[in-house]
C-alpha cells in the first residue's frame, strides 16, 4: 500500500486529495496544527506538526514515511503575506526545504509536489505557460517566496540530486470547501441569504474583474497525475477561460431566481433586483481598477504530459457552491 503525506490537510486542495487518494487505496497521512480541526477527513491518519515548527516537521516523515509529499499548507492569503512576511519566507519557503530534504534522506525515491501559483508570473496578453516569465521584481512577498521555492528547492533538487520533485503552478481554484475569504464564496453565500432575507446587500470591488477559475477538485486530479507521471514536470494547472466577478454574481443570481438589473458604472454601479432595491453595490475601499492583462492560464503541456484538462465547467462551479450555501443553510 502507498503512504501519502498531504499538508494543508485541511484546505480545499488537501480535502480533495485526500478523499481521491484514499479511493485509490492509498494510506494517507494529513499535517495539522493544534488548532486546526482533527477529522476532517475519515481515514485519514492526522499528524500533529506546524510548518514554523521544523522539528514537528521531521518528526512527521519519521512517522508516516511517505512514498508521496503533496506540500500544500502555508500562508496562502495575500492580506496575510503583506502583513507578516518573514513568516511567509519561513512557511513558504525554508520550510519546504527542511521537508523535501528529511523526505529525500528518509526515502531518496519520495515523490513530492510543491503548491505553486499563478502569482509568480508578471501578467502578459498571451496565457502563461510554464515559460512565461517570473515577477521577480515583486513586492508581493507570497509570491516572491514560491518563485524562490519552485527554483531554489524543487528545480535544484530535481537538477542537482534526480529527485522527483515538481511544481503544481495553480490558478485560482474554488470549491464549496472554499472559505469565506474568496470572493466567489463570498458572493454565493451572501446572495444566498439575501434570497432568504438573512442579509440585504453584497458589497464587493470591481465587479469587471476577471480571472482563470477552475474546481479544486480538478486540481487536486491534476497534482495527484503528476505524481504518477513517469517524470517530474512542472506544469500549469488552469482552466485557459476567463470570468469576470460580474459573472459569478450573475450566475448565482440565475440560480437562485434573483432578477438583477445593473445600474450605474464604476464605484456608483449598483446591482438592483425584481423590486427595485440594491443587493449589490460597490465598496470603494475594495475598487481597483480592472488588471489591463489578467493572467490566464496556458494547459497545453498539462493535457500533453498527464492528459489532464478541466472536467467542472464555471456554471457548474459556482452551482456547486451555492447548493452546498443553500444546505449548510439549511441545516442551521
Not at 492569503?77 to 513558504?92: H, M, S
Not at 520533485?165 to 475569504?181: D, V
Not at 465587479?207 to 495527484?224: H, L, N, P, S, T
Amino acid at each position: 500500500m502507498k503512504k501519502a503525506l498531504v499538508t494543508g490537510i485541511c484546505g480545499q486542495d488537501g480535502r480533495y486529495i485526500g478523499e481521491q487518494l484514499l479511493a485509490k487505496g492509498y494510506q494517507v497521512f494529513g499535517l495539522t496544527r493544534q488548532d486546526e480541526v482533527a477529522d476532517i477527513l475519515s481515514g485519514v491518519t492526522m499528524l500533529r506538526g506546524d510548518l514554523e515548527d521544523h522539528d514537528s516537521l521531521r518528526a512527521t516523515i519519521d512517522r508516516a514515511e511517505p512514498d508521496e509529499i503533496y506540500n500544500l499548507a502555508g500562508v496562502s492569503d495575500l492580506k496575510t503575506a503583506y502583513e507578516f512576511p518573514e513568516k511567509t519566507q519561513e512557511v513558504n519557503y525554508r520550510s519546504v526545504g527542511v521537508l523535501l530534504e528529511k523526505a529525500l534522506t528518509t526515502n531518496p525515491k519520495v515523490r513530492f509536489l510543491q503548491a505553486s501559483s499563478s502569482e509568480i508570473f508578471l501578467p502578459a496578453s498571451d496565457a502563461l505557460n510554464e515559460n512565461s516569465e517570473r515577477d521577480w521584481k515583486t513586492e508581493n512577498p507570497y509570491a516572491r517566496a514560491k518563485m524562490m521555492t519552485d527554483r531554489d528547492v524543487i528545480k535544484l533538487a530535481r537538477t542537482t540530486r534526480g529527485a522527483f520533485a515538481c511544481s503544481a503552478i495553480l490558478f485560482n481554484h474554488e470549491s464549496p470547501y472554499s472559505p469565506e475569504k474568496f470572493v466567489t464564496r463570498k458572493i454565493t453565500r451572501t446572495l444566498v441569504k439575501i434570497k432568504f432575507g438573512l442579509e440585504t446587500c453584497l458589497s464587493i470591488g470591481n465587479v469587471d474583474e476577471k480571472r482563470d477559475w477552475g474546481f479544486a477538485g480538478d486540481y487536486a486530479e491534476a497534482m495527484i497525475r503528476m505524481l504518477a507521471h513517469t517524470t517530474p514536470e512542472d506544469l500549469v494547472i488552469a482552466t485557459g477561460k476567463l470570468h469576470s466577478i460580474r459573472d459569478v454574481i450573475e450566475i448565482t443570481c440565475g440560480i437562485l431566481d434573483i432578477p438583477l438589473v445593473w445600474s450605474g458604472e464604476g464605484i456608483d454601479l449598483t446591482g438592483l433586483d425584481g423590486s427595485g432595491r440594491v443587493i449589490v453595490q460597490i465598496d470603494p475601499t475594495f475598487f481597483k481598477p480592472a488588471a489591463p492583462y489578467p493572467k490566464c492560464g496556458n494547459i497545453e503541456k498539462a493535457k500533453k504530459t498527464i492528459g489532464w484538462e478541466p472536467k467542472v465547467d464555471f456554471e457548474t462551479l459556482i452551482e456547486m457552491m451555492v447548493q452546498a450555501d443553500l444546505t449548510d443553510l439549511e441545516t442551521k
